[in-house]
């Protein structure tokens, strides 16, 4: 059976929100969430040879939500999010070949070999952590916000979390003391209706929404289709207009769906003893029809007539840095002995 099924305008709703914009911007769009798809797709081609040591979270399908926030966040503005950390990395600028050597626990990983998937950073550019904790990167992000906030400094503060976080008191604490201190802070629930194999129905009442939750904080919220780059981009540019003003933090929910598994690089979509059935695959197929980057695509060829050729020099220009990538980290060093205990502080 269908539980959740996608509520949007679809492909309609995508050229209409694309009239306003020319295709050098709707071509650079594409190109990022394309190259996000085609190395979350790699990494679970990969994942088998039990080369990355570590436990992944892909996104396969939420592409869209990192790209089109992302956009409207400078270098400066740091980004926090949850284990699901891959997309978010990449659409801040994080550097591939660091991501792949961190999977890969080597020396030249972005964390030195010892965060693996679910902890990435890059302080380049604005990457500034994730938590494998439900809920966790929240307080921090919010207490960064604050101590931006009291040395005056411009930048603003993103944090991703999904919708599980929100069953933890640190989200709604966090947001209260946002509103009261009128912090520069934006909350992007990324809303792909399970927690691990858990739908949402059984965890939050169905006739309550979580931005009309936020709302009710004194918080700017909204809810928008996250497979529509351009309502996530435009809700992502409302909200940080707001917050730069001085009005406060502000709140995002966009609805998405993932098409793999909560982790690893298998579909747990078949109602069997061993990968858990909890959802169906005539849910998934439906949710496919609306693929983000799929439709962007179809606008960009139907709309803008952009040719084959291009898409397919994106595909081989991505698949090239892809290679590399994981060459780089394959060649990479692995940590010895005598590092244990770098950056283990005690007195």
Known sequence: MIRYSYESGGYASLKEGAKKYNSDFLLDLFYKTYRIRLIEEAIAARYHEDEMKTPVHLAIGQEAIAIGTAAVLGVQDLVYCTHRTHAVYLAKGGDLNAMF?????????????????????????????????????IPIATGFALSAQQKKENRLTAVYFGDAAVEEGAAWESINFAVLKKLPIIFICENNFYSVCSPLHYRQPEHIKIYKKAEGFGVKSECVDGNNIFAVYEAAQRAVDHVRKGFGPAFIEAHTYRWLAHHGSEDDSLADDVLGGYRSMEELNEWKKYDPVALTKKLLQEEFHVKETVFDRFKEKISQEIEDAFDFALQSPRPTRDMLMQYVYSE
């Open 101 to 137: 050597a961190e999977f890969h626990c080597r020396t030249t990983g972005c964390c030195g070999s010892r965060a693996g998937s679910m902890h990435l950073l890059d302080k380049k550019v604005g990457m500034a952590g994730s938590s494998a904790i439900v809920g966790g990167a």
